[in-house]
Nanobody, 116 residues
Framework: QVQLVESGGGLVQAGGSLRLSCAAS????????MAWYRQAPGRQRDLVAT???????NYDDSVKVRFTISRDNAKNTVYLQMNSLKPEDTAVYYC??????????WGQGTQVTVSS
């Protein structure tokens, strides 16, 4: 079974930066894509960014330019570099992995809090 472990969350001031990491381990098959989602209290879980197996990336308009998603295939790790953080970015950030066998895996989440 595949496990995803996120790290890198914390408390930062508006305008600051954080880098989230998500390490995948276990019996992993070929990865179609990995993604970051986020969820604020009382709100739905929203897609933030994706990176596909061929390296293509997509971003939600709210984070475009400010955030960068990347992968380290050798380490089975996906990153989310977050710059120019805003209070509206405050949420629990979840790592997501979509495997080629149509299995989907989620991390436990890491808290990001941005103070005004």
């Amino acid at each position: 079974q595949v496990q995803l472990v996120e790290s890198g969350g914390g408390l930062v001031q508006a305008g600051g930066s954080l880098r989230l990491s998500c390490a995948a381990s276990g019996s992993i098959s070929r990865i179609n894509y990995m993604a970051w989602y986020r969820q604020a209290p009382g709100r739905q879980r929203d897609l933030v960014a994706t990176v596909t197996s061929d390296g293509s990336t997509n971003y939600d308009d709210s984070v475009k330019v400010r955030f960068t998603i990347s992968r380290d295939n050798a380490k089975n790790t996906v990153y989310l570099q977050m710059n120019s953080l805003k209070p509206e970015d405050t949420a629990v950030y979840y790592c997501n992995l979509n495997a080629d066998n149509r299995r989907i895996y989620w991390g436990q989440g890491t808290q990001v809090t941005v103070s005004s």
